[in-house]
């Protein structure tokens, strides 16, 4: 044993002492720092905005009921937001994923909901592409061409030196000498991941939790899927300069081809005009109750609120119980479009699910901001929750408004609460083995390819 | 034993090496001499295992190369025409890494009294390799290889004299010298 550490410590010394290493992890180290700070700026402006929000509420609500007074409730709650908040996870801010494009915020008023809901962009909702250049982005896109940088001369520059002929003499297991280059490679990425990652967890304050281990999980299964593609290619035994042009192609393709292609099929495949649509039935099924005979408008309310039905509703001037009715009606007439829409939303994460059992760097990209609570899914639940908060808080006015109540005789201190939904990681699992079996299956052919190309005598080695 | 049977090797149409039978015993010398693309290095490479031979075989103690490249590594040497250690190491971390290697495990003391015997200035092995290897790079590949105590030993381009020098005219090995032109 203490005879193999010897190779081992002289194996680690020459390859630490050689200038890639001390370069890389510097480069990456500085990548790293500047990642957790635009993570935190981001993130940190956002949460600056959101503690405001309380306040603003509080102020905003006084001055509509001053103004009110004296009006009644259906005059009044046309006025005020209610403002709802998508707060950012703890780890959001080692990955931004979508919080950067989707509103973080979102002020509804008691009118139609569809409206309000799809005021942001929504044409383009699952940015596959490169993002911001936060921690993941380190570790998905710079942390691979560090894999790259440390393994792609391996062998080939032994060989290509003239050190190999001495190192096949020398030894009779040849394989167990390329395993221990390769070994030490690995552990160095590693740690040097590690160290990043650790300085990660100081640096954005992430919690020692379940979470935060998930992440470091995630990464290293990452890593070990580039470690086993930059094998595979140097298990050919060409040159130097081939591993290098044949790693930073696939780099390329992993990272950036592929991702585009997947969110150009993504984007055709299930096109989204339904965010649109749906705002645009709400606000046409509503304006068009403004001349139509009140009775049917009313109906539609009557059938989701039948206990309202006592209250008189003139057919032949404005009142507020009427106005109300057919704000919901709107939002009614358009439910099927907002369905499909939120189905759609949700074929197109599933959709790209599938593309990341293709692709690890896709898988790893979603698992990241699944854990971080930054994927268009945390979005959608947002949404939802809206629509939600929405629904009560309508129903908290409708009394009032079709009693007649004089603004202040309501206690606007009681309306519902918007409440946050808190952090919700679904399931990992499927994404993490589809990285492993992809890492499984390239060492394997890898290890074969070494045997062959390395171990086997052929033409190709050293003639 | 290093012995050789209708030993040949093709590249595409052209023979690089037709047809060479050969007997090498213990104790014996034997150089190859010739020109530039005589098969030379050849014969060397398909002894060592480099190349598979298109033709016949080559062995070591009665061992096929082609069949057993591992194994018969076991029994031999060589030193290339250049010789090249580790960059970063310095020459007796080369010399502790490649005698691990071929499985000796020599203490550093070992190594120098070894060194130190046969006449080697004992500063050059605290150097990095890069000088040992302009300065006397077969002479340390020679002694760092003859750690291993193989039975054949191939090297190249080698003065005449080293072979006294070195004490590697011992008995027991047998050896293939490349030459590329005459030095006797």
């Known amino acids: 044993m203490i005879f193999y550490n010897k190779i081992l410590r002289l194996e680690v010394k020459n390859f630490l002492l050689g200038k890639t290493v001390l370069w890389g992890f510097l480069s990456l180290m500085a990548f790293g720092l500047y990642g957790f700070f635009h993570g935190y700026s981001v993130i940190n402006r956002q949460e600056q905005i959101l503690k405001k929000i309380p306040y603003v509420q509080a102020e905003h609500i006084q001055t509509i009921v001053e103004h009110g007074k004296g009006k009644t409730v259906g005059s009044t709650a046309y006025y005020p937001f209610f403002y709802t908040t998508n707060p950012p996870s703890a780890w959001a801010k080692f990955s931004i994923g979508q919080r950067d494009v989707n509103p973080f915020n979102l002020k509804v008023k008691m009118l139609g909901i569809e409206g309000q809901l799809h005021d942001s962009e929504l044409t383009n909702p699952l940015t596959l592409l490169v993002g911001n250049l936060d921690a993941s982005f380190v570790f998905i896109f710079l942390f691979p061409l560090l894999i790259i940088a440390f393994t792609y001369n391996t062998l080939s520059e032994e060989q290509e030196s003239g050190v190999w002929k001495i190192v096949r003499i020398s030894s009779s297991q040849t394989l167990r000498v390329i395993g221990r280059k390769l070994f030490i490679r690995l552990a160095i990425i590693l740690l040097t991941s590690l160290t990043v990652f650790l300085a990660g967890i100081l640096c954005l304050n992430l919690p020692l939790s379940l979470p935060t281990l998930r992440l470091g999980s995630v990464i290293i299964c990452y890593e070990i899927f580039w470690f086993a593609l930059a094998l595979i290619v140097i298990s050919f035994g060409k040159s130097s300069s081939f591993n290098a042009t044949a790693l930073v192609c696939l780099w390329i393709f992993l990272c950036i081809l592929f991702p585009g292609t997947a969110n150009i099929v993504i984007d055709n495949k299930i096109p989204v005009p339904e965010a649109q649509q749906t705002a645009i039935k709400q606000r046409e099924g509503y304006h068009e109750k403004w001349d139509m005979p009140k009775k049917p408008t009313m109906e539609k309310f009557y059938a989701a609120y039948p206990q309202y039905r006592k209250y008189p509703i003139p057919e032949d001037k404005y009142s507020s119980g009427w106005y109300y009715a057919m704000q919901y009606a709107g939002d009614a007439e358009s439910a099927e479009s907002s369905d499909d829409l939120f189905k759609k939303l949700e074929q197109r994460q599933s959709l790209s699910e599938s593309f990341g059992y293709m692709n690890p760097v896709i898988a790893v990209q979603q698992l990241v901001n699944k854990i971080a609570n930054t994927d268009l899914a945390n979005h959608i639940q947002y949404l939802q929750s809206v629509k939600r908060h929405h629904k009560s808080l309508r129903e908290y006015f409708y009394p009032a408004i079709f009693e007649e109540t004089l603004t202040e005789n309501l206690d606007w201190n009681a309306y519902p609460r918007y409440e946050p939904a808190g952090y919700n990681c679904s399931s990992l699992t499927s994404g993490i083995v589809s990285i492993l079996l992809w890492s499984a299956a390239i060492l394997l052919v890898a290890v074969n390819l070494f045997k062959r190309n390395f171990i086997h005598i052929t033409d190709k080695q050293n003639a | ?184």
């Open chain 2, 1 to 184: 034993m290093l012995e050789a049977k209708n030993l040949g090797k093709n590249y595409g149409s052209h023979a690089a090496l037709n047809n060479l039978n050969l007997t090498i015993q213990p104790g014996e010398i034997f150089a190859l001499l010739g020109q530039n693309g005589a098969g030379k290095t050849t014969t060397i490479n398909l002894f060592l295992g480099f190349i598979e031979p298109s033709t016949g075989t080559a062995s070591i103690n009665g061992i096929s190369v082609a069949d057993n490249p591992e194994e018969t590594k076991k029994h031999l040497a060589y030193i290339p025409e250049t010789v090249m250690l580790y960059p970063n190491l310095t020459g007796l971390e080369n010399l502790e890494y490649f005698s691990s290697l071929a499985g000796f495990d020599y203490s550093k003391t070992e190594l120098y009294n070894y060194f130190q015997l046969r006449g080697f200035n004992l500063r050059l092995l605290n150097k990095g390799s890069v000088v040992i290897q302009k300065v006397c790079g077969k002479k340390s590949a020679l002694l760092l290889l003859s750690l291993k105590r193989p039975g054949c030993f191939f090297w190249t381009n080698l003065q005449a004299d080293s072979i006294q020098k070195h004490r590697m005219n011992s008995r027991k090995y047998s050896k293939i010298w490349l030459q590329r032109e005459r030095q006797f």
